[in-house]
Each structure stands twice: as C-alpha cells, then as structure tokens.
C-alpha cells in the first residue's frame, strides 16, 4: 500500500519570500513522486516528477523538490513567491506494484500576500 | 491539441436521476482515469483503464460505471445520483508504464440535490 501526508493543509507567505510544502510518503516499492498544482476552478497541472533518476528535481515555474529517501519525503520549495502562485498543491505517489495509479495528498492551500 | 477535455462543465442532478460525463483525449495515451476531489480529501480514484477494452475498480468505485468507448473516449456513469455524490469529477490520461505523468481534464463540478 502506498500513502501521501501533507503536512500543512494551509500555507501563507509573503510575495518574494521562500515557499517550503511538505510531504512525506509511504510505499513498499521504489515510488515515483509528483507535484501537481490546481489554481481556483482549474485542472490540475504537473510542476515537477520523480521517477528514481537525480534526486533534485527543477520543475516549472521556479519549483523544486528533494527526494530524500532516508526521511521519506518529497518536500516542494521555490526561492521567492509570485502573486501568481497562489493555487493548491497535491504531492502525489505511485508505486511500482500500483501500476500507474496515483495517491494523492490532502492538498495544501497557498496564499500568497502583497 | 485540445489535450483532456470533459462534459459537461457543470450539471445540477436531483436524487435519482441519471446521467454520463463523458471525456475525451487526443494524445494518443493509453490509459485513462476517473476521479472525484471533495475539500480536504485530494483526488480518489473511481476507476480506471490500463488499455482500451479494460476498466478496473480504483479506491471508491460505488455508485459509479465506466465505459472506454475507444482508445480517445472514457465515460463515467451515475445511474442513480445521490447527494453524496456531489463533488467535481476529473478525468486524466497518460501513456502506460510507470514513470509517465497524468494529464488532466478541466474538471465536471457535479451537484446533486
């Protein structure tokens, strides 16, 4: 079985300043990681993958995630805040043995203010 | 390249009455996927299918069937809605093999009164 826990299900910041979204996950297998971003009433659009080859992963927009094995999380950061990067973000896993069926976080709700 | 898309992008259901949401990709993915998001909650898999001619149960499948129509084409039917069945409806594809992303529909935001 696999899991995702994110651990703050809401994140403010100021615009220009560091954004740190943390997740831990679960998995018997070697997983593979996803951040997805969902601004207000959209779909939901990939930042950034892991799928066991570096273990820092650039996305789009800025985003990075650290794949740290021994702590089991995939925690997402960008050095500076945009107005515009307030959305919710999922952190979502898939397992080897899951095929490709993704489990997704709870979600954590960015608000970025002036 | 329309990508995912879904209809409707809204409906108002009362308790017991039918209806389809219908998607369609043009990426020529293989597998495709149906899911509901409720606040808090993320996504949860209702079904999927790995391949045209198969569907498979995912984490919360009652109440719900699917039909993959052709490789483009994966409906998701309530054949009699319930209030709690009122949440938004994604549908998503990808190619098959396990270090490929989903791509995600608009979404279908369902009320069912």
């Known amino acids: 079985a696999q899991s995702v826990t994110q651990l703050d299900s809401h994140v403010s910041v100021s615009e220009g300043t560091p954004v740190l979204l943390r997740c831990n996950y679960s998995?018997?297998?070697?997983?593979?990681l996803f951040w997805y971003v969902q601004h207000p009433n959209k779909g939901l659009q990939l930042l950034l993958k892991y799928t066991s080859a570096a273990t820092l992963v650039k996305g789009i927009n800025g985003f990075e995630a650290e794949f740290k094995k021994s702590e089991t999380s995939f925690h997402l950061t960008k050095p500076s805040a945009h107005m515009s990067d307030a959305a919710e973000y999922f952190c979502?896993?898939?397992?080897?043995?899951?095929?490709?069926?993704?489990?997704f976080g709870g979600g954590t709700r960015v608000l970025v203010k002036p | 390249n329309a990508g995912v898309t879904q209809t409707p992008k809204f409906q108002v259901l009362k308790t017991g009455q039918s209806m389809t949401l219908q998607c369609a990709q043009d990426m020529n993915h293989n597998s495709m996927y149906w899911y509901r998001q409720d606040p808090g909650m993320g996504l949860r898999l209702i079904y999927y299918?790995?391949?045209?001619?198969?569907?498979d149960k995912g984490e919360v499948p009652n109440g719900y069937n699917v039909s993959r129509l052709n490789k483009r084409e994966f409906s998701l039917r309530l054949e009699s809605a319930a209030p709690s069945q009122t949440s938004v409806y994604f549908c998503a594809s990808s190619l098959a093999g396990v270090s490929y992303e989903q791509y995600f529909g608009p979404g279908t935001r369902l009320t069912v009164t």
């Open positions: 979502v896993v898939r397992g080897q043995a899951a095929g490709n069926k993704l489990t």
């Open positions: 998995s018997s297998y070697s997983p593979s």
């Open positions: 299918s790995a391949s045209e001619g198969t569907t």
